[in-house]
């Protein structure tokens, strides 16, 4: 029995992050430490655009492909127009160099008034992503999110309505959302059906809202085991649907781990849930095959490309896959996985 990977394949481009801190933001969200995650200080968004500048000229210099720029690290659609109108005529600028073949932006839900989308994609943007976080009014308002599960909805409209590819992130574990509550939102994704999906584990770090509850004893993140179940199945839901979760936790960094204080990090995350998640796709394909032809079957053949994935780090999951029945693995020049 031949099947494909699950995991839909990602774009070739590289992606540009310019991280804009806070910029635009209404409020300090209790979880968020943008700085810290993203390792850049708050500073004026014409510094930036000069340093992203130079970057651009460096690359093209040396003849280095096109990128993606992504305004990531604040709520894009509020800063003051005359910003956003500087950072989008810079991307307008390097793509008639041909050194930008795209843009996008994050915001949150209710920063899209109607005709904003329309707006941005006027000016050349090509997608935004929706801090939702979650859909949960009882968890946004528990948060202090300023929002409701509607707004992202929404939003979310809006956008595809502007012609523009939308991209959504959720907060797995922030204050009043439980795994239940995660499942429920990951179906809301599902049905939104996302060009991408960024899922960010909540965690505590210094100098945020959230680290002060977890100190009186009144927030307790998720351990690492229950995240990456919970991630596991939110990667099937999402791969079935041919979404792309392109980010898996917060990049490791080194002001995000002096920052750290508590929560589910662990710097092989991503891999780890993507592991788990291909597991259990494969141990659905031994049961499918297995009712299908009366027995179990014994070898997997596994495109040699996904050879450090199948088993996880350390080959912590290779007993599984023996519990399975798979006691032989070929490693194979294919796209596809064979059982027989
Ligand atoms: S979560 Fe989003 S809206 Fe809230 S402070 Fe961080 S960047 Fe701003």
Redesign the pocket.
Same mark, same amino acid.
């Given at each position: 029995m031949i099947f494909p990977h699950p995991e839909p394949q990602t774009p070739r481009h590289r992606i540009l992050p310019v991280f804009l801190p806070?910029a635009g =933001?209404p $409020? /300090? =969200?209790v979880f =968020?430490a $943008?700085d810290a995650q993203t390792g850049q200080s708050v500073e004026p968004v014409a510094d930036v655009l000069r340093r992203v500048d130079a970057i651009l000229e460096e690359r093209a210099r040396h003849n280095r492909p096109a990128v993606e720029i992504a305004f990531y %690290? %604040?709520?894009f659609s509020a800063l003051p127009e005359d910003d956003q109108h500087a950072c989008l005529a810079l991307a307008a600028r390097w793509r008639e160099r041909g050194m930008v073949v795209a843009v996008r932006c994050s915001t /949150?839900p209710d920063a899209l008034p109607p005709g904003k989308a329309e707006a941005l994609a006027g000016l050349g943007m090509n997608l935004i992503e929706l %801090?939702v976080q979650t859909f949960d009014d009882t968890a946004l308002a528990h948060a202090g999110r300023g929002c409701h599960g509607d707004d992202a909805l929404t939003a979310a409209r809006r956008v595809r309505d502007a012609g523009l590819g939308l991209g959504l992130q959720l907060l797995p574990g922030m204050p009043g959302v439980t795994p239940d509550i995660f499942r429920a939102d990951m179906k809301v994704v599902a049905s939104l059906r996302p060009d991408c999906l960024r899922l960010y584990p909540c965690l505590v770090l210094e100098g945020t809202g959230l680290a002060r509850l977890w100190r009186e004893g009144r927030y307790g993140p998720w351990d690492v085991d229950t995240t990456l179940d919970v991630l596991a199945d939110a990667l099937l839901l999402a791969w079935g649907q041919g979404i792309r979760v392109i980010r898996l936790g917060l990049a490791q960094d080194e002001g995000l781990r002096a920052a750290l204080l508590a929560g589910p990090w662990h710097p092989a995350l991503g891999q780890m849930a993507k592991a788990e998640a291909l597991l259990r796709h494969i141990a659905s394909q031994v049961a499918y095959f297995t009712a299908r032809h009366g027995h179990t079957p014994h070898r997997l053949h596994a495109p040699a490309r996904w050879r450090g994935l199948l088993y996880g780090q350390h080959n912590r999951l290779a007993s599984r896959y023996a519990a399975l029945g798979l006691t032989e693995v070929v490693w194979d020049d294919t796209e596809d996985y064979t059982l027989t």
């Open positions: 806070f =933001c $409020q /300090r =969200c =968020c $943008q %690290g %604040g709520t /949150r %801090g």
